[in-house]
C-alpha cells in the first residue's frame, strides 16, 4: 500500500461503531500511516465526504487480485 492509493474496507475488526460501520465497503484513499498498537502499521483512509479514520492494513484491499 502507498500514499495516495484508492483502497476499499473489507472488513472491521474489534472497534466497530455505527459511523465507522457505514464505511464497510466504500473506497477511500490513503492520506497516512501511523503505528496501530506498536507491532503493526494501520493506515488513514480518507473517503469522498471528506470524512478519515484508521484502519488496519488486513480491513483494506486494494484492487490487485
Not at 6 to 16: L, T, Y
Not at 22 to 48: H, P, R, Y
Request: charge should be neutral; include cysteine; aromatic fraction near 10%.
Amino acid at each position: 500500500m502507498k500514499l495516495g492509493q484508492k483502497v476499499r474496507v473489507c472488513q472491521i475488526r474489534d472497534r466497530f461503531s455505527g459511523t465507522l460501520s457505514d464505511k464497510l465497503g466504500e473506497m477511500g484513499t490513503i492520506q497516512e500511516f501511523k503505528m496501530t498498537d506498536g507491532s503493526g502499521v494501520g493506515a488513514v483512509v480518507v473517503f469522498n465526504d471528506k470524512t478519515s479514520s484508521w484502519f488496519f492494513e488486513d480491513e483494506l484491499e486494494t484492487g490487485r487480485r
